[in-house]
């Protein structure tokens, strides 16, 4: 059982959470007989890193890393960092 809370919005300004999977790719250049580089180059997909970042939509300044937030077991954010609000209800600690 994961410590945290389950979260719909941003705990701290209450927009939506955005998260995102960090994937792998390299941008493979041939090089030429020239010994150049070639200004073509082919994407080759490394897959997933299996790296998870969140961060608010709102750029409030709420973010998670890799560690401070997961999936519960029915794909719900379940946020391991702000866990000091109770209930899951937003608190304003910034004004503007
Ligand atoms: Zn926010």
Same mark, same amino acid.
């Given at each position: $059982?994961?410590?945290?809370?389950?979260?719909?919005?941003?705990p701290i300004?209450?927009?939506?959470?955005?998260?995102?999977?960090?994937?792998? @790719?390299?941008?493979?250049?041939?090089?030429?007989?020239?010994?150049? $580089?070639?200004?073509? @180059?082919?994407?080759?997909?490394?897959?997933?890193?299996?790296?998870?970042?969140?961060?608010?939509?709102?750029?409030?300044?709420?973010?998670?890393?890799?560690?401070?937030?997961?999936?519960?077991?029915?794909?719900?954010?379940? +946020?391991?960092?702000y866990? +000091?609000e109770?209930?899951?209800?937003s608190?304003?600690?910034? +004004?503007?």
């Open positions: $059982m994961l410590d945290g809370i389950v979260r719909n919005c941003c300004c209450g927009a939506p959470i955005t998260a995102s999977s960090l994937c792998q @790719y390299s941008l493979d250049y041939k090089i030429l007989k020239s010994g150049r $580089m070639s200004k073509r @180059y082919r994407k080759t997909d490394c897959s997933s890193m299996e790296v998870w970042l969140a961060c608010c939509s709102a750029q409030c300044g709420a973010i998670w890393e890799e560690g401070d937030f997961a999936w519960d077991g029915r794909d719900r954010f379940l +946020d391991m960092k866990t +000091d109770q209930n899951g209800t608190v304003r600690e910034y +004004d503007y």
